[in-house]
């Protein structure tokens, strides 16, 4: 019995980020608003951060809400209608609701309908997750064009009076639109993952243990009754991290990571126009940037001063960012990396759009 043979799509060859959009929210933070929780200074956490303000969302704004400010100018930015595209891919750890993805939401809201629409959870380095799925999604034939959403309101999930990492965080979105080109302009990406290291970024809890405490009035996981009794975090889990551990893992093994990219692409870091790493801390970034050796004519994104930690919306943040003060960029290498809790981490060298 002969088999018939089946039909592939058609495929792209090479595939480049076409446009780029933002969305960060009018609440601004200072250092000094954050002093008002915790027993630090202004000082301190520019010296240990580089931290000066960071953006919080409102109330009634949305991660979805954030999500479609940045999609719609990404869309905008590469001349694309919503109606071509392939798929919609949101990167979040702070969307509300298990079930259904913000990504379906954010597909209808822009009118991306029948597009398939999934998010990604992989913190900080889904953004760089999302680029390697939207990549291969065009390259395979599977779509022509793909949206890719880093959308985080992490302000949600911290607890004001926490030291380790509620300081650092910040809301936003950021978006690109990911489709065919003459020539390749996103590299091979080199990603993974250490669930050794689970516990080193995580929360206080889960929903389970929050359904439990709704049915039964107990407090199960990290808290005593006193630090309950004193935070509002004993009713919904908030974000921790051992800094020593992150810092430490950040700064020796991420600078491989990112090496390891550069070898993929086959260049070295004299070719690189920018440098977009995670902006979890400005000493990590420093650090990355010396065991990289990069020379001066690469222009380093450093968003985090002005928007804190923003988790999957970093880079597509700095990014934007970094084009709109420096327009000159614009065809040139960079190279991103992202990574954070699982522990995972994700990078590629792309071309600016």
Known sequence: M??????????????????VGAYRPDVIVT?????????????????????????RAPADVSVIDMAE?????????????????????????????????AAASLADRIGATPSP?????????????????????????AADYV????????????DNTERTISFLLGDGAGAVVIGPSDTPGIGPSVWGSDGSKWDAIGMTGSMLDLRELVTTGKRPGALTDAE??????????????????????????????????????????DDLAAFIPHQANMRIIDEMAKQLKLPE???????????????????????????????????????QIGFGAGLVFGAQVIVLP
């Open 31 to 55: 250092n000094d608003d954050v002093c008002q929780w915790i027993d630090s200074s202004d000082e301190w956490i520019r010296q240990r951060t580089g931290i000066i303000t960071r953006h």
């Open 228 to 269: 309950a009794a004193a935070t509002d975090a004993a009713l919904w889990p908030t974000l921790r991290q051992d800094g020593q551990t992150v810092f430490r893992w950040a700064v020796w093994e991420m600078a491989k990571v990112a090496q390891q990219a550069l070898d993929a692409a086959g260049i070295t870091a």
């Open 69 to 101: 400010g940045a999609a719609r100018e990404a869309l905008e930015k590469a001349g694309i209608e919503a109606s071509q595209l392939g798929a919609v891919i949101v990167s979040t750890v702070t969307h509300p609701y298990a079930t259904p993805s």
């Open 117 to 141: 629409a999934f998010d990604i959870s992989a913190a900080c380095a889904g953004y760089c997750y999302g680029i390697a799925q939207a990549d291969a999604l065009v390259r395979s034939g």
């Open 2 to 19: 002969s088999v018939p043979t089946l039909k592939q799509a058609p495929r792209h060859e090479n595939t480049r980020i076409l446009g």
């Open 147 to 158: 949206l890719v959403v880093g959308a985080e309101k992490l302000s949600d999930v911290i």
């Open 297 to 335: 004519t690469v222009t380093i994104a450093r968003d985090i001063a002005d928007a804190g930690n923003t988790s999957a919306a970093s880079i597509p943040l700095a990014t934007h960012r970094l084009l709109q003060e420096n327009p000159e960029l614009s065809g040139g290498l960079a190279l």
